[in-house]
């Protein structure tokens, strides 16, 4: 992983319409994990702020 973070990566996809389509990566965007509330066991998912998993409701 890199110590320093980096801009967005912006690709340029053309449909078969030759419609422009700009998307943007956003992997150097990603927040650190919570892993104060644990590891959800329904979802996998870290740090939940409420006890019940928010895709349970």
Do not use: E
């Not at 690709?11 to 509330?37: C, E, H, V, W």
Request: charged share 20%; aromatic share 8%.
């Amino acid at each position: 992983m890199c110590d320093y973070p980096q801009p967005p990566v912006t690709i340029t996809i053309y449909s078969t319409a030759r419609k422009r389509i700009a998307t943007t990566s956003m992997a150097f965007d990603i927040k650190p994990l919570n892993l104060q509330g644990g590891q959800c066991t329904w979802c996998g998912k870290y740090g939940h702020k409420r006890p019940i998993c928010p895709l349970l409701k």
